[in-house]
């Protein structure tokens, strides 16, 4: 099984503030690397597909990066409404699977 | 739009078996995986498998052979998840989503508690 490991496991920062999060899988899985936002209480909903490319009506803040086995998600300018536990995964092989968690919390 | 619906709650004791469904409308049933992923109170997502709804072929995650099955109905547009043997390490919300380049569509949950 490929392993996804996030970090940092949490964050705190400002509204306005560029944020980073980073996924890297146990072997190569080329662009093949999603991005989810989860809201407590809610289904997680897809932010990025296939490494870099934005889901249709997410905000152009978001942005992702990466191939082979080191990703990126990028949030420019962190929003209040950006409060949430965001999750990588895997998309290359079965089983499918994610990372831990990056939960984001707003100063 | 598209739109996955799932089955209520459920209370369940141990050894029960569970049977959760996950109803999609607004786009071509046939044309999309369904995937099964689960998450633990306070936890992270769990993989649990998927279903080829054209055949109505399987894979499940390793941890699950022999304890899932997966099925569907096509002819009205629905998903099914049932897992037996249950175990207090089961309570979980239950989600289903359809892939296409990636889980793009979830179902609302579906809250399994096992408790004796």
């Known amino acids: 099984d490929i392993q996804m490991t996030q970090s940092p496991s949490s964050l705190s920062a400002s509204v306005g503030d560029r944020v980073t999060i980073t996924c890297r899988a146990s072997q190569s899985i080329a662009g093949y690397l999603n991005w989810y936002q989860q809201k407590p209480g809610k289904a997680p909903n897809i932010l990025i597909y296939a490494a870099s490319s934005l889901e249709s009506g997410v905000p152009s803040r978001f942005s992702g990066s990466g191939s082979g086995t080191d990703f990126t998600l990028t949030i420019s300018s962190l929003q209040p409404e950006d409060s949430a536990t965001y999750y990588c995964?895997?998309?290359?092989?079965?089983?499918?699977?994610f990372g831990q968690g990056t939960k984001v919390e707003i100063k | 739009q598209v739109q996955l619906v799932q089955s209520g709650a459920e209370v369940k004791k141990p050894g029960a078996s569970v049977k959760v469904s996950c109803k999609a409308s607004?786009?071509?049933?046939?044309?999309?995986?369904i995937h099964w992923v689960r998450q633990a109170p306070g936890q992270g997502l769990e993989w649990m498998g998927w279903i080829y709804p054209v055949s109505g072929g399987t894979n499940f995650a390793q941890k699950f052979q022999g304890r899932v099955t997966m099925t569907r109905d096509t002819s009205i547009t629905t998903a099914y998840m049932e897992l037996s043997r249950l175990t207090s390490d089961d309570t979980a919300v239950y989600y289903c989503?359809?892939?296409?380049?990636?889980?793009?569509?979830w179902g609302q949950g579906t809250l399994v508690s096992v408790s004796s």
């Open positions: 989503a359809r892939e296409g380049l990636a889980f793009d569509s």
């Open positions: 995964q895997q998309s290359y092989n079965v089983p499918r699977t």
């Open positions: 607004g786009y071509t049933f046939s044309d999309y995986d």
